[in-house]
């Protein structure tokens, strides 16, 4: 008879999935993604993986919303930072978009996660959902940002400057010059700047 986890395991475990979900996401995707790699990453049998996530869309929604909440985080520190507010967006920006690059996932964001959100049942989605127009809002608000551009523009140029990472390698050497640029316009525009 199996052994359960304990509490610390389960956590340790849980952790294990998610970053296994996150390193599959960045190379082969959630489609090429079996249930075997993943708990075997994690250092468990497949049947075990089932006592945490029901599916590998589970599991991947659950690493979303943990990496969802560390981009948060990291761009609510930057704009907490004392510099003026221009400074700090632009990091802010940079930041989300550093991470979005070190973990590989433009790609997996449009090619991955529409198929996601319709393999999972509606009511799970809107459990784990918090909007990017909402949590932008909530960070702009709290660092006394006053925008000249509507909030719902705000979010579009954040997702058009975040899916542009897909690009990178087509873009080639000058790509992260140009992102600079673009996010110092797209910051020089929501303050009326620009």
């Known amino acids: 008879m199996a052994t359960a986890f304990t509490s610390l395991e389960r956590e340790r475990i849980d952790e294990a999935l998610k970053n296994a979900a996150l390193h599959s996401a960045a190379t082969v995707g959630m489609r090429r993604a079996t249930v075997d790699e993943l708990a075997r990453e994690a250092g468990i049998s497949k049947g075990a993986f089932y006592g945490f996530y029901q599916s590998k ?7 979303l919303d943990r990496l969802h909440g560390q981009m948060s985080k990291r761009a609510e520190e930057i704009l907490r930072l004392d510099l003026p507010i ?7 920006f940079s930041e989300v978009c550093g991470m979005m690059q070190r973990y590989n996932l433009a790609a997996f964001y449009r090619d991955e996660v529409p198929l996601l959100l319709r393999r999972l049942p509606e009511e799970l989605l809107q459990e784990h959902h ?13 660092a006394g940002v006053k925008l000249t551009a509507s909030l719902e523009t705000t979010c579009d140029m954040l997702r058009m400057l975040m899916m542009s990472l897909a690009f990178k390698s ?12 673009l996010i110092e316009g797209a910051c020089d525009r929501m303050l009326g700047r620009g």
């Open 57 to 63: 869309e589970h599991l991947f929604l659950s690493m």
């Open 86 to 92: 221009r400074e700090r967006i632009i990091r802010a």
């Open 130 to 142: 918090v909007s990017q127009q909402e949590m932008l809002r909530t960070l702009l608000l709290q």
């Open 170 to 181: 087509d873009v080639g050497d000058g790509f992260d010059e140009a992102l600079r640029l």
